[in-house]
């Protein structure tokens, strides 16, 4: 795998303090070409897919207000959304369903996701940043996990924002189909009205049946 320029620590944070962009130009300077930032958003709900974005931007391409999609309202991550996909070099998603989750658990369809996502960019990227600490094991490409990197990354905050609002709008369409869920409310998380929704409906077809709060009401109803 390759190695960017050596930094001191003291040095290193205080780049990382002022540069959204150190990951990115530490790789670049090490001969990188389509760096690509991933994320993943939707391993915490109790129903709904896992989805994963890869985003290569332009080289030294910042994005006004392009930040960790969790600390934007969903006006701002729905206006972003649009210009990241117009910015970007290139970018892709990838989606893992609920049942995939229950069979492969939430961490590997993460993943799965993720690999997806790389693997929807033509040409590839050359070097991957993802947000986390576990690599993508399959894919043989130059990586490095930078934990909460969605905060630290440019790359990684943009790929942030594309799953999100693609997770987000895939849960307001599952609202159409199954309304008592009011998933466009809470897009699938563990609220204390989604779970009594389930204890007066059951779970539906995309809840996912391993996690513990679906497991233990379906076990009462048993």
Do not use: W
């Not at 991550?77 to 229950?102: P, S």
Request: hydrophobic content about 45%; proline content about 6%; glycine content about 8%.
């Amino acid at each position: 795998m390759r190695r960017g320029p050596a930094h001191s620590p003291a040095e290193f944070l205080s780049q990382l303090d002022s540069d959204p962009l150190v990951f990115e130009r530490t790789a670049a300077a090490d001969g990188a070409l389509r760096i690509a930032g991933i994320d993943e958003a939707g391993r915490g709900p109790l129903a709904g897919p896992v989805v994963a974005a890869a985003v290569v931007l332009p080289k030294e391409c910042l994005i006004g207000g392009v930040n960790d999609s969790k600390k934007l309202t969903d006006r701002q991550r729905e206006r972003l959304f649009g210009i990241i996909m117009e910015r970007a070099a290139a970018y892709g998603i990838g989606i893992v369903d609920e049942r995939t989750i229950d069979e492969i658990n939430v961490l590997q369809a993460a993943l799965l996701a993720m690999e997806r996502a790389v693997a929807a960019i033509a040409p590839p990227p050359d070097y991957l940043l993802i947000d986390g600490n576990c690599s993508i094991k399959r894919i043989a490409i130059p990586q490095k996990t930078i934990i909460k990197g969605d905060s630290l990354s440019h790359s990684i905050a943009a790929a942030s924002l594309l799953a999100k609002v693609t997770r987000d709008r895939i849960m307001v369409e599952l609202h159409d189909r199954f309304p008592q869920y009011n998933f466009r409310k809470h897009k699938g998380y563990g609220t204390a009205d989604h779970l009594a929704t389930i204890r007066e409906h059951g779970p539906c077809e995309v809840h996912r049946r391993s996690f513990k709060p679906v497991a233990a009401l379906l076990q009462e109803k048993a």
